[in-house]
């Protein structure tokens, strides 16, 4: 309430003072539906915190669409001040000489100051180079497990215990499908989940030079046996009724709240549109793991995007940027946002003031996502992944998945393609791009 009084007296004191012509700062975003709208009421409320400058928030479609909207814009000059970009598009930005307008230097010479070690380790890390910020982290997911308690009675599961492991997760499947529930079980996001968040689970490598972050020149190599089993074991339930594909992106999650799927493995930040759609009691749990890979489960790692700022704009804007990105950093908007969509809290300071209200407490599994991240120190295999065009190489990876899935080759061929055609996009990145 406080806070939804400071904002309207300073609206009313904006809205009595003589007109002045307000510098408009254009953000494109790849947040849809329940989250869009979220996007939108974060530049609301700054906008009426003060009356200099107007955000002007922009859905581009996902993360992908809106990077090559803003790969285009770039070369007529109408770029957007701000752009929210994938985790795994880091590489790719920062190999983009000339186009970033690094955070720490834009917050420096903005005379504002934004701490790298205000932020949770495990977000901040990836959006750093020598302990410096390049980009803003603003939306960090992990992914989580969801499962409809109500099926789960019908199943004669237990309600409120989520399954912890694979074959725990098997099993429940195979009853959910004995009830005719037509899918027990699917994933969002195919490549995140099931190849980089499963390798981060089982303390796995991605890829050499731990995935990426300890330097150029690496290689892929998660088709290793671990990973080829899981994927053979998904092909295996796909074929018995237990699991079913739903594509690259969200639609699973459509799937679930539809309550077609009893069990979704997906975004911590699906649950504001879950909770929005699904007419059933949702339940939370950790992700699964193998109990036979030694060092499992270890610690998941982020999804998500951070907002970088693009060079090239009149100069007029960046104060107006560096004064949102402060706004973004404030702790009771960290917390709103992070209790409103489940995003991880970014800030040290948003996590406490969330714990400290209680809203764990009255919110049962909202505190999965932290808890994963932070269940054990990183390991150089856990921390995650820096690696050029890493975009178009989770692409290969899902068009691999899905040949392995239809039965057009086996989980190993597929695997072994994928990592022969992601290390192909690697090496070019590294002699073209840089």
């Given at each position: 309430m406080p806070r939804l009084i400071a904002v309207a007296a300073i609206a009313w004191a904006t809205l009595s003072s003589p007109a002045a012509a307000l510098t408009e700062i254009h953000w494109w975003h790849a947040m849809p539906g329940e989250l869009g709208r979220e996007v939108e009421r974060l530049a609301s409320d700054f906008n009426l915190s003060q009356s200099a400058y107007k955000v002007i928030p922009t859905y581009k479609g996902l993360y992908t669409e809106t990077m090559t909207a803003a790969l285009f814009a770039l070369r007529s000059k109408q770029h957007p001040a701000i752009l929210q970009a994938a985790e795994v598009a880091t590489a790719t930005m920062m190999a983009s000489k000339g186009v970033v307008y690094p955070v720490h230097q834009l917050m420096r010479e903005q005379g504002m100051e934004l701490a790298p070690d205000a932020f949770l380790p495990a977000v901040a890390g990836y959006y750093s180079d020598n302990g410096q910020l390049l980009s803003f982290p603003f939306n960090a997911s992990t992914p989580i497990l969801y499962y409809n308690k109500d099926q789960f009675r019908l199943a004669g599961l237990?309600?409120?215990k989520a399954p912890a492991t694979w074959p725990e997760v098997e099993a429940a499947a195979r009853k959910l499908a004995e009830k005719k529930i037509p899918c027990g079980l699917t994933t969002g996001w195919p490549s995140w989940i099931n190849v980089e968040n499963f390798s981060a689970f089982h303390n796995l490598?991605?890829?050499s030079q731990d995935n990426g972050m300890g330097g150029t020149g690496a290689r892929l190599q998660f088709n290793n046996l671990v990973v080829t089993g899981h994927l053979s074991t998904l092909v295996e339930w796909q074929k018995n009724g237990w699991f079913d594909y739903s594509g690259r992106t969200n639609d699973a999650e459509r799937r679930f709240y539809k309550s077609e799927c009893?069990?979704?493995i997906s975004s911590s930040a699906a649950r504001a549109d879950i909770i929005a759609n699904a007419s059933f009691e949702i339940g939370y749990g950790l992700l699964p793991y193998w109990p036979n890979v030694a060092g499992a489960p270890q610690n998941s790692i982020i999804?998500?995007?951070s907002l970088w700022v693009l060079r090239d704009r009149p100069e007029a804007e960046y104060k107006g940027v560096a004064a949102?990105?402060?706004?973004l950093s404030r702790p009771e908007v960290q917390a709103q946002w992070h209790q409103w969509t489940g995003y991880l809290p970014t800030t040290h300071a948003?996590?406490?003031?969330?714990?400290?209200l209680g809203f764990y407490e009255r919110n049962p599994g909202t505190d999965i996502s932290i808890r994963q991240i932070t269940l054990n120190p990183p390991t150089a295999n856990s921390r995650g992944l820096r690696l050029g065009s890493y975009v178009v190489i989770r692409d290969i990876i899902q068009e691999e998945i899905e040949d392995a899935l239809a039965g057009r080759k086996s989980a190993k061929a597929a695997l072994d393609n994928a990592v022969q055609r992601g290390n192909e996009v690697l090496i070019r990145f590294e002699t073209t791009d840089q």
């Open positions: 237990d309600p409120d490598p991605i890829a009893g069990i979704l999804g998500g995007g949102f990105l402060s706004f948003a996590y406490e003031q969330t714990r400290a």
